[in-house]
């Protein structure tokens, strides 16, 4: 008589189990932490920096000022934490359905963040206080690199909810696959805000629900590996 077993769940995922699977949890738990501590540490500053408005200024200018590297080290550490998750992703979603891209992605968006800390923003809109307010006629090398992280690390995750969408997708697990989009569509609405006054507002909230997902999908793949 053949006894019925459940497979395990890297198996149900089309990927093979990880070699290294206690390696491979420490390296999706950097994913697991970093999102909620970003945020965090970027709400704490918000409250309590002087002249920081959260509808008018972007979180990127909290690099700057006395107290700037807070934010700067915010990046920096929220970056390799996801770079590491990114790794840990490849082992257990590789050769499976999105263990390809979806792990580049993320890795990506990891990337993205790192550079947004080492290269600041230039001072705008009337902060830290004492700086012009408006935005500068040309932006300096390091502003001009700044611009380039939000744009790369957003980009990526926005495709990243996709690319993991269609895995769940395919795997039959509608909920996860609609939260994956779901996420996905939120990091598009700020574009529709551009010219609003509470962008920056909108902008932050979406920032805030990718940080959560980065993070969720990390102790999701953590699910996936042999107990």
Not at 64 to 88: H, K, R, S
Not at 168 to 182: H, M, N, P, S, T
Not at 197 to 209: I, K, R
Request: hydrophobic share 50%; charged share 10%.
């Amino acid at each position: 008589m053949t006894q019925n077993v459940e497979a395990p769940p890297a198996a149900q995922s089309g990927a093979p189990a990880a070699k290294d699977p206690k390696g491979t949890r420490a390296l999706l738990a950097c994913g697991v932490v970093a999102g909620p501590l970003f945020i965090v540490v970027g709400v704490l500053q918000m409250l309590t920096r002087d002249g920081f408005d959260p509808s008018r200024h972007p979180l990127s200018l909290l690099s700057l000022g006395d107290l700037g590297w807070i934010q700067i080290t915010n990046f920096v550490v929220a970056g390799l934490l996801f770079l590491a998750a990114a790794i840990g992703m490849r082992r257990v979603m590789y050769p499976g359905r999105g263990g390809t891209w979806g792990p580049r992605l993320i890795g990506v968006y990891g990337a993205g963040l790192v550079m947004g800390g080492v290269f600041v923003a230039d001072a705008a809109l009337g902060f830290p206080p004492g700086s012009p307010e408006g935005t500068p006629d040309q932006l300096s090398w390091h502003g001009t690199l700044h611009a380039i992280a939000p744009a790369l690390a957003s980009l990526s995750l926005v495709v990243a909810c996709f690319v993991f969408a269609r895995r769940f997708a395919v795997l039959g697990q509608r909920r996860w696959a609609a939260y994956c989009a779901a996420t996905g569509v939120a990091g598009l609405v700020p574009d529709a805000f551009l010219n609003h006054d509470w962008f920056y507002v909108v902008l932050g909230v979406a920032a805030a629900l990718g940080l959560v997902w980065a993070s969720v999908m990390a102790a999701r793949l953590l699910t996936e590996l042999p107990q």
